[in-house]
C-alpha cells in the first residue's frame, strides 16, 4: 500500500490555513506543516508542525525538509504558499532592498524548496510540488514590477523543474489567484465584489485534484480568475 504525505509551507497565513483545513480532510497517512508560528495545535495524529525561520536561508529550509521521512513506498506532494507582496510604486521608483526583498521571498525560498524537496523525491516513489505564483506574473500590470518579475521567475523555475523532474515521477505546477478572499484583502478592497475572489477552502480542492493527478499533470501555470458561484 502506498504511503502519502503531504508538506505545506506557509501553513498558518490566510491561503495556507485555508487551503490546509481542506486538505486535512483528504487520505493522507501524515501531514507536515511548516511555518513561523503557528495559534493552535491540531487534534489529528496524522499532523505534526515545526516552526522554521527565515526560509531564504538555505541552511533553514535543509533543516526542515530533514523532518520529512521518506521511502520507496512514499508519494511525497508538497504545496507551497511562499510569497510576498509589493506594488504601488513605479520602476524608478522602486528602492534595492524591495528588489531583493521580492526576490527572496518569491523566487530563492521556493528555490531553495525545490532544491531540496527533490532530495526526498529521489528516493521515493514518487512526487508533487504545486507553488503559489501571482495572475500578474502573466499579464504585466503597472506599478507592480518587481511582484511580478518575481513571480515570473517562479513559473520559469516551475517550467524547468516540470522538465528535470520526469525521469524522477516529480511533477510541478503552481496556482497564479488574481486576488484571493483574505481578511487583508477584504479590508485592503472594502467595495469589491468578494464572491468572485478565490477562497483558499477551493484552492486546497484544486491543489488536491493536481496531486491526485500529479502522474500526469505537470509544468502548468493555472490562472485563478473570475470565479463564480456553482
Request: proline share 3%.
Amino acid at each position: 500500500m502506498t504511503d502519502r504525505k503531504l508538506i505545506i509551507f506557509g501553513a498558518s497565513g490566510a491561503l495556507g490555513k485555508g487551503a490546509a483545513k481542506t486538505l486535512i480532510q483528504k487520505p493522507f497517512n501524515e501531514i507536515i506543516l511548516f511555518d513561523r508560528k503557528f495559534d493552535e495545535p491540531f487534534s489529528d495524529e496524522r499532523i505534526r508542525t515545526y516552526q522554521i525561520k527565515d526560509i531564504s536561508v538555505e541552511n533553514n529550509v535543509l533543516a526542515a525538509l530533514h523532518e520529512v521521512k521518506t521511502s520507496d513506498k512514499t508519494q511525497l506532494h508538497l504545496f507551497s504558499t511562499i510569497g510576498g507582496y509589493y506594488g504601488g510604486t513605479s520602476i524608478w521608483e522602486t528602492e534595492e532592498q524591495d528588489f531583493d526583498r521580492m526576490i527572496d521571498m518569491n523566487l530563492k525560498s521556493n528555490f531553495f524548496i525545490a532544491k531540496h524537496f527533490v532530495s526526498l523525491v529521489k528516493r521515493s516513489y514518487s512526487g508533487s510540488i504545486c507553488f503559489t505564483s501571482a495572475f500578474t506574473s502573466l499579464q504585466p500590470e503597472k506599478f507592480k514590477f518587481i511582484y511580478g518579475a518575481s513571480k515570473s521567475a517562479l513559473n520559469y523555475l516551475v517550467k524547468s523543474l516540470a522538465e528535470e523532474g520526469k525521469d524522477l515521477n516529480l511533477s510541478v505546477n503552481a496556482i497564479a489567484p488574481f486576488i484571493i478572499d483574505t481578511p487583508a484583502n477584504r479590508e485592503w478592497l472594502k467595495n469589491s465584489d468578494f464572491s468572485s475572489w478565490m477562497k483558499p477552502e477551493e484552492i486546497g480542492e484544486l491543489v488536491y485534484s493536481l496531486i491526485e493527478n500529479h502522474n500526469f499533470v505537470s509544468g502548468n501555470i493555472l490562472r485563478l480568475k473570475h470565479r463564480f458561484n456553482k
